[in-house]
């Protein structure tokens, strides 16, 4: 997929995690990148699939980043994590409902053409993206 920060295009490597279950970027993909970070005020634990707190993780945050594959965009935040060598991105199972891909588990090629991403999951939708911050304050990033 390709990241879109600071009017850069970056190509990313995406695992689509169904033991996931929220959206997490390599801590060196965002030091490599320079990608901006935000401090939680209290870490959140962040545990692996074992369910051992992952040592590093849930200090830091990102604000909304589009992420794009083809015509297909979407807008997410994402908690920052020491990951393994070759993976910069993990989605979680929540993001792989609500964006089923096409071909995903029978052919190499993975497509997210349903109908539905392909009239919401698009530049202009995802430019509309709000996020609630931790004090609860509505913030638009893009103002």
């Not at 030091?31 to 935000?38: F, T």
């Amino acid at each position: 997929m390709i990241l879109e920060e600071g009017g850069k295009d970056y190509r990313v490597r995406v695992l689509l995690d169904t033991g996931c279950s929220i959206p997490l970027i390599n801590q060196r993909t965002v030091e490599k990148l320079g990608i901006p970070l935000q401090r939680h005020n209290l870490a959140i634990p962040i545990e692996n699939f074992t369910g051992q707190l992952v040592e590093g993780a849930g200090g830091y945050y990102t604000k909304p980043l589009l992420l794009r594959h083809r015509r297909y965009v979407t807008r997410e935040s994402f908690e920052v994590a020491p990951m393994e060598e070759g993976t910069d991105i993990f989605l979680p199972f929540w993001w792989i409902a609500k964006h089923p891909p096409q071909g995903a588990w029978q052919d190499p090629e993975v497509r997210f053409n349903s109908t539905e991403c392909l009239e919401k999951c698009t530049k202009y939708e995802a430019a509309d993206f709000l996020l609630t911050l931790e004090e609860g304050i509505l913030h638009d990033p893009n103002a």
